[in-house]
C-alpha cells in the first residue's frame, strides 16, 4: 500500500504550524486531542487504496496533523489483479489501525502512533498521529543512512517482525509502512488489512531474535484481556486467531532458543 509514501511526499509542506514530534503529546493525553481538537483543514491523498485523507486538528495552543481514514469493507472472496492468489474473508478496515495501536500499549513497543475512533460529522473513521520529520525505511537505505546505535537498531526491527506477524499483516515486507525519524526511531504504520483470521504466521523464518519482555508480555495475553481491550475493534474470530498465532510464536522462540541457547535468541 502507498500510504507511508504520501506520508513521504506529503510532509515536506507543512499545513498550518504542526508541532515538532518529539514535543508532542502521548498517550492519553494524544488520545483526548485526536478525539477533541478542531479539524481546521482535510485533504483527499490523491493515491492510496484506503483513500485516507490528511487533516489539521488545532486546540487553539497546539496544531498538528493526523491521518483520517474511514475505509470499512469485507468481502467473502476478494479477488485481486497484481497476481496474488484471492483471498477468503477479506477485510479492510479503520478499525485496525485503532486495534494495531491498543494491542501495541499492551505489548509495550510503542511504535504505532497514537490512534483513536473519531466521528466527523456522520461518518467514523480513525484518526493517527501523523509522524513529522521522517523517512521511510526504503529512504533511509536509498540514502545509506546508517543507525547511531546499530544494536537498538535491529531491536526494533525484530519487534516490527514480531508485531507483523502476530496482527498477520500481509504487507509485512513492505519498508515503506517503517517511518523513521531523526532519532533513528522506528514508527509502524498502516494496518487497515492487518488482523486476518488466519491462525497461522505469514513467515515464520522471518522471526529470529525476541526481546525477552515482549515475549513475557505475549504470554500474558488472555482471551479476557483482549476482549476488554479490543472488543470494540475487532471480531471475536480475529481475536481467536491472533492468540492462536501468539502461541506460535512462542513455540518459534522456544524452538530457537533450545537450537542456538538464549543469548544468540532473546535481547
Not at 43 to 50: C, F, H, L, S
Not at 149 to 158: C, G, M, S, V
Not at 239 to 253: F, K, M, N, V, Y
Request: aromatic content about 8%.
Amino acid at each position: 500500500m502507498l500510504v507511508a509514501l504520501l506520508i513521504l511526499a506529503l510532509q515536506s509542506g507543512p499545513v498550518g504550524h504542526p508541532e515538532d514530534p518529539f514535543d508532542r503529546l502521548t498517550g492519553a493525553q494524544a488520545e483526548e486531542f485526536l478525539r477533541t481538537a478542531e479539524i481546521v483543514d482535510k485533504e483527499r491523498i490523491p493515491v492510496g487504496v484506503t483513500r485516507p485523507h490528511r487533516v489539521t486538528l488545532t486546540d487553539g495552543s497546539r496544531t498538528v496533523r493526523a491521518i483520517w481514514k474511514t475505509i470499512s469493507e469485507y468481502s467473502a472472496k476478494m479477488d485481486f489483479h497484481d497476481g496474488l492468489p484471492p483471498e477468503i474473508g477479506f477485510r479492510d478496515s479503520y478499525k485496525s489501525e485503532v486495534a494495531a495501536y491498543e494491542l501495541d500499549k499492551l505489548l509495550g513497543f510503542d511504535f504505532v502512533p497514537p490512534t483513536v475512533m473519531r466521528r466527523v460529522r456522520r461518518t467514523k473513521g480513525s484518526i493517527q498521529w501523523w509522524i513529522e520529520d521522517c523517512i521511510t525505511e526504503a529512504e533511509r537505505r536509498k540514502q545509506g543512512l546508517k543507525p547511531t546505535d546499530a544494536a537498538e537498531w535491529a531491536k526494533q526491527i525484530y519487534d516490527a517482525r514480531l508485531f507483523h506477524q502476530l496482527i498477520h499483516d500481509s504487507d509485512y515486507q513492505n519498508i515503506n509502512n517503517l517511518l523513521v525519524d531523526k532519532n533513528f526511531r522506528v514508527w509502524v504504520i498502516d494496518h487497515s488489512r492487518a488482523f486476518r483470521t488466519h491462525p497461522r504466521l505469514l513467515n515464520q523464518e522471518y522471526l529470529r531474535r525476541f526481546s525477552r519482555e515482549h515475549l513475557e508480555r505475549l504470554r500474558h495475553l488472555t482471551p479476557e484481556l483482549l476482549e476488554e481491550k479490543l472488543d470494540a475493534w475487532l471480531t471475536p474470530k480475529q481475536r481467536q486467531s491472533l492468540l492462536a498465532r501468539r502461541d506460535l510464536i512462542l513455540q518459534h522462540a522456544e524452538q530457537l532458543i533450545a537450537e542456538r541457547g538464549e543469548d544468540k535468541v532473546l535481547f
